[in-house]
């Protein structure tokens, strides 16, 4: 349920605008709302107006941005569709291509012709079409009610007005929460179904310093991936076809061959998923004694088992790549979350911050959503273990949920046809990075460690005894195995095509299939529920707490938190000093990648003819001016995941680089954001051309683009 008002809304509105921009780098702005802004960005060097990076009147930047797979971000490079995006965002794609025999990963890809290219079924690319604040008329349409009613009303008028906005016109549309629920905006865009690799540098390149550089700067990774998005014949998104041509991109970035100094203006353009910048200093609390131990202990498990695995085999190694590295992403993300919440004293600042708007308005909002907080967190525990368990644990679990349609006989005719076939189209892709003995692995270790740390109250019934009995996780976990046929490909293969409901029957005993549908039905009774309750009402506490901040001090910023829309940050070029004695220089040059080069070393190992070029600095045309290839580059630029992929732009709006990750110590800035330590990391676009160009020799890809100087003149 919301609450706000026509009031709130101007509040936030107005909230807004009398921003003292004080901290002009802190902040993800709605682009909307970009002419707030607009002088501080000039001032510190942006040529451009609000109205060249957002408009619904001509086209804009944001025209040239794109949210890649609903997860990343990617930029349009050419008048031919072709898009740029990064190397860890492509890596899906880009291991489904890979085979022992044909090792995308390890030697890279580049497509020479456009018949190449290979299509990814299931990727799409979605552009913004408008982005327009409606919260003043779901306001209206509410005057009057409360509770349930509202609620009703609310959803309707949020249906009518995407109905109205979409019908007809080939757009998809959706009515979003900003600002727990104080603003609402509605979003259209056009989703491209359509998209093939073009281009890949090898992992040596696209993931060299593998999880030790991970978050980590200095910097040499070409975390970059090359991508085309097709369409029909009048330029509409269609599903792939052998007819269809390159989209002709309303906007493409011209890219800046002149790249950046130390000081320049950098916005990046993106799609930031998530802040919690909010959270008060109890959550704050529980994030670094109870959820990130936890959550870092499971993948702990993981990883050992999945490490280990990719080491004994070259099929291992690629199999579990795409896993292991969604794995090891956030698991060293909050281990430094909670080094930089406990260095920066996150805690005694937002107790302060709490302990002022008490002082200075009585209000009693961080008490309340103290109290919902400390009902919420053993749910939030149960569901952060779920989570885990279940998606980022043993496969054989969800595959074998995939079936309960079958099994349960819930799905019929036409549909149940469908989910056959999509479960036969799926089988040889799940087979390809599945490997029976590494998952039941997972699957022991996982649910012993899992038995650690949920709450006793929480426990699906039956199952500490069930594993005890057992011997522990592992032996259980043989148990689960050894009479499960999920793990059986010839068995499934017969299965999938008798496709008859006597072999459903068969598999609704099947152990595998049993025990994740009761830990999914647990979870779904027990715990979503009141999860999902108290998460409202926590919301609603949000809402009022951040308007409560504004208004008692409407002198200071309180920026929206990301929330997986389009938004723009900006800063500099920018090095940084988190610790004494310490100075972190803002580019990072190839002569760094030879330093880091250990042959044989599964993160920094690289391909002979890349060292070859790198020793004899043949850096074709993208050397700077000190004759040095720039790598990679930071900037005081406010980005989260979800940015991954997001251009860097100059204050032409021109490509200089690809955002790709934060340093160690900015890891914590989702929570707390520090301007003098948080840097984002990009890859200098520079390095991108001279790996496409000089190392693979895709020059064609680099001719297809817009190069232009410094001064905006075209090369
Ligand atoms: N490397 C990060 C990610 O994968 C990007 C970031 O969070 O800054 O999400």
Redesign the pocket.
């Known amino acids: 349920m919301k609450t706000w008002t026509v009031k709130g809304a101007m509040a936030l509105v107005l909230g807004l605008a009398c921003m003292n921009v004080l901290q002009a780098k802190e902040g993800m702005w709605i682009p909307t709302l970009l002419k707030m802004v607009e002088g501080d960005m000039q001032a510190m060097g942006l040529k451009l107006t609000a109205e060249d990076i957002y408009s619904i009147n001509h086209s804009s930047l944001k025209d040239a941005v794109v949210h890649f797979n609903g997860g990343c971000t990617a930029e349009m490079v050419s008048a031919e569709g072709l898009l740029l995006t990064n190397h860890?965002c492509g890596y899906g794609q880009i291991q489904q291509h890979s085979t022992v025999e044909n090792d995308l990963l390890t030697n890279g890809f580049w497509a020479m012709t456009r018949e190449a290219e290979l299509p990814n079924p299931d990727l799409t690319c979605t552009f913004i079409d408008r982005i327009e604040d409606v919260t003043l008329q779901l306001s209206r349409a509410c005057v009057g009610l409360s509770g349930e009613a509202r609620e009703k009303r609310m959803q309707e008028e949020m249906e009518a007005i995407v109905k109205r906005a979409t019908e007809g016109k080939g757009l998809e549309g959706r009515v979003v929460a900003f600002d727990f629920g104080n603003s609402h905006y509605l979003i259209t865009s056009r989703v491209f179904r359509d998209v093939r690799l073009v281009g890949a540098p090898p992992s040596a390149v696209g993931k060299f310093g593998g999880d030790t550089d991970n978050?980590v700067w200095p910097r040499h990774t070409g975390d970059f991936s090359v991508f085309r998005i097709y369409a029909d014949a009048d330029n509409n998104p269609a599903d792939y076809s052998a007819d269809n041509v390159p989209y002709t991109p309303v906007h493409h970035f011209p890219v800046n061959v002149d790249g950046v100094k130390d000081g320049d203006f950098t916005m990046v353009f993106g799609f930031p998923g998530r802040t919690e910048q909010y959270l008060t200093s109890d959550a704050v609390e529980h994030v670094i004694t109870r959820l990130n131990p936890m959550r870092i202990a499971m993948r702990d498990e993981g990883l050992a088992v999945i490490n280990a695995a990719r080491a004994s085999s070259d099929a291992l190694r690629i199999a579990y790549a795409a896993k292991q590295s969604s794995v090891a992403?956030a698991w060293k993300?909050w281990k430094g979350q909670n080094r930089g919440l406990t260095e920066l004293h996150a805690l005694d600042k937002k107790r302060a911050l709490e302990a002022r708007l008490k002082a200075a308005t009585g209000s009693e909002v961080v008490e309340g959503l103290a109290a919902l907080n400390a009902d919420c967190f053993p749910y939030l525990e149960a569901r952060a273990l779920f989570i885990e368990l279940a998606y980022y644990g043993p496969d054989i679990l969800n595959y074998a949920h995939s079936f309960s349609g079958l099994i349960e006989g819930a799905v019929e005719g036409e549909k149940r046809d469908q989910l056959l076939a999509k479960l036969r189209a799926n089988e040889s892709g799940f087979r390809k990075d599945f490997d029976a003995q590494v998952d039941e692995q997972l699957l022991g270790r996982l649910v012993d460690e899992y038995l650690e740390w949920i709450p006793e109250t929480l426990t699906p019934e039956g199952l500490r005894q069930e594993v005890s009995k057992a011997g522990g996780g592992p032996a259980w976990a043989a148990k689960v195995f050894g009479k499960s046929v999920f793990d059986n490909a010839d068995a499934m293969e017969k299965l999938l095509a008798s496709g008859s409901a006597k072999a459903w029957g068969k598999l609704a005993k099947d152990p595998a299939y049993l025990w994740i549908e009761n830990l999914r039905a647990h979870y779904f009774a027990q715990i979503a529920p009141e999860y999902g309750r108290l998460r409202g009402e926590i919301e609603l506490a949000s809402g009022a707490y951040t308007k409560a901040l504004r208004r008692a001090f409407p002198e200071e910023v309180f920026p929206v938190d990301a929330n997986s829309t389009l938004r723009l940050t900006y800063g500099k070029v920018e090095g940084s000093a988190p610790y004494d004695g310490m100075q972190y220089n803002p580019l990072s040059t190839a002569r760094g990648i030879l330093q880091k080069y250990v042959p044989g070393d599964p993160d920094f190992d690289m391909p002979e003819r890349l060292v070859e070029l790198l020793e004899a600095r043949e850096y074709g045309d993208y050397a700077n001016e000190e004759g040095e290839l720039v790598v990679c580059f930071t900037g005081s630029n406010h980005?989260?995941?979800?940015?991954?992929g997001s251009p860097a732009l100059d204050a032409n709006g021109h490509l200089v680089g690809i955002n790709?990750?934060?340093s160690w110590e900015s890891t914590m800035s989702d929570i707390l954001f520090d301007g003098s330590r948080c840097r984002?990391i990009m890859v200098d676009i520079r390095y991108v051309l001279w790996v496409m160009d000089v190392y693979a020799g895709a020059g064609h890809l680099v001719e297809e683009m817009t190069l232009v100087t410094q001064e905006g003149g075209e090369e």
């Open positions: 860890h978050w992403n993300k980005t989260t995941g979800g940015n991954s790709f990750d934060r984002n």
